[in-house]
């Protein structure tokens, strides 16, 4: 499928809002993905404009990029609100992910960037955009278009037009029986 080739985690972003329409798509495609029991226990902030200028503020050294942003989404899970079953099976994380997943492809369909980032303090982001002391602040999504690497270190600059990096299929996946190869 051509988002998923597609994406990528790339962090040279233009400042140029987002249309109003096109936040609501993401956030649409988030709400519609599954979850255990159809819990939703999945939380969201979308932030934008000068709400940002605090939310900047508790990123990383190394996500300084995410400064140029025009929309931060702050995912956010609380486990007692999803199913929670036995041999730790806590399914809010998951189902966050599941929705996150479904926002990043819904972007690389319209054609932005949609990174998540667990660099930040996540005590900041709960204190900058109110969110309740038992949630999760799981991660933040940075969304834009592409544009100038010019925030970006040397490193995160190769990476930019890099090849993907991914441990051998055969390492994580097997066939019938773990850990028995995936090809016959
Ligand atoms: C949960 C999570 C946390 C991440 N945290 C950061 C981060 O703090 N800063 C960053 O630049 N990239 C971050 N990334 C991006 C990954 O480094 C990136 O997805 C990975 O290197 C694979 O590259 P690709 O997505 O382009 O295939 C994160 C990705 C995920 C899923």
Redesign the pocket.
Known sequence: MKEIAE???Y?GLSPEPLEEGQIQRLLQAAHLAPSCFNKQSWRFVAVTGDALTGLRETL?E??K?ATRAPLIVAAVQKPSLDCRLDEGRDYAPFDLGLAVMSLVLQATHEGLVA?????YSPGKVRKTLGIPEDYVVQ?LVIVGRKGSDELLSDW?KERETGP??REPLEKVAFRNRWPDPITG
């Open positions: 994406r990528r985690a962090r990383a190394g996500n990029w990174h998540p980032i667990a660099g991660t995160q993907r990096q």
